[in-house]
């Protein structure tokens, strides 16, 4: 299954990429260095504009490269790009790590997954029905 998103790129960005035949997430670069700090977050500028269509969002993902070899991940992962959203990707960034990171222009700090939204028609009720599982949560159903 396929969409068509319709992107302007602005200030040297390139088009997001798919690294292999078989990923689900097109790599986003950075247009500018910066120095992140441990435990400190940075927004990433990206020279990527999206016109999605509507009934599509675009999550922002973390590479996993990035988070065990460095430390870096997505802070609002994921994140989520809405169909009428205009403004310019940015990529919020955080240091994980005990060394600051530097971020360098074409560096692919992110991924971005295109998928369809379901709206939901929500209906009030007094009472909702019981499950065996219940209120169990955060653990309940064990490790193994």
């Given amino acids: 299954m396929s969409v068509t998103v319709r992107i302007r790129c602005e200030n040297g960005a390139t088009l997001p990429s798919y690294a292999t035949d078989g990923a689900s997430g097109m790599d986003i670069r950075a247009i500018e260095e910066a120095t992140i700090a441990p435990l400190a977050r940075a927004l990433i500028s990206t020279g ?28 609002n992962s994921p994140g989520t790009i809405d169909a009428d959203y205009r403004g310019e990707i940015k990529i919020i960034l955080i240091n994980l790590n005990s060394e600051p990171f530097t971020v360098h222009v074409g560096d692919r700090i992110a991924q971005v997954v295109f998928a369809t939204v379901t709206k939901a028609n929500l209906v009030e ?4 029905n ?13 490790v193994q």
């Fill in 48 to 75: 990527l504009y999206f016109e999605l269509p509507e009934g599509t969002e675009a999550q922002v993902r973390p590479r996993s490269g990035l988070a065990i070899k460095n430390g870096i991940t997505v802070l």
């Fill in 125 to 128: 009720v007094k009472k909702i």
């Fill in 130 to 142: 019981e499950t065996e599982r219940g209120v169990g949560g955060f653990g309940s159903t064990g």
